[in-house]
């Protein structure tokens, strides 16, 4: 488990699913965070090499069309106390020993809490599913809790 130095406040700009496409829009919104989580399906390395140019540090998760086996199919962090599992699909059952759950996938916005752990997404930048807006989403961690803001694109 990776832990961040401690800050007061912490704003996480979080997306999935980019399928190949950076939207300037996304790259503009994201110069405010203080990291960059993406969860998957970036497919087109270059997007990564975008994403790092932007500035914050960037925390990837391999999704299912994503070729670079290099890249962790699952990370866990630990931010202002709370553990979050970052996973491009989300676990059927929630995990152990985690708080929150950031996946992508169903490129679908969600923001639910199932057997005590929160589970998040983003939605899609691309293709969004099931009527929902692209969407990107920001985590904002301050004293041990959380906030999530859902920005459509």
Request: net charge negative; aromatic share 4%.
């Amino acid at each position: 488990m990776v832990e961040a130095t401690t800050q007061m406040q912490m704003s996480i700009f979080v997306l999935a699913d980019t399928h190949n496409k950076l939207p300037q829009k996304i790259v503009d919104l994201a110069r405010d965070a203080d990291e960059i989580w993406h969860l998957g399906d970036v497919c087109a390395e270059i997007i990564l090499d975008e994403l790092r140019a932007i500035g914050p540090p960037v925390t990837i998760v391999r999704g299912n069309c994503d070729s670079n086996t290099e890249w962790p199919l699952v990370v866990d962090l630990k931010r202002e106390g709370l553990r979050f599992r970052l996973q491009h699909i989300p676990p059927d059952v929630p995990p152990d020993a985690v708080d929150v759950v950031l996946h992508g996938h169903t490129h679908v916005p969600r923001n639910e809490r199932r057997g005590g752990v929160l589970f998040l997404n983003p939605g899609c930048v691309t293709r969004p599913n099931q009527g929902s807006p692209a969407s990107v989403a920001w985590l904002e961690i301050a004293n041990g809790k959380i906030k999530w803001r859902l920005v459509d694109l």
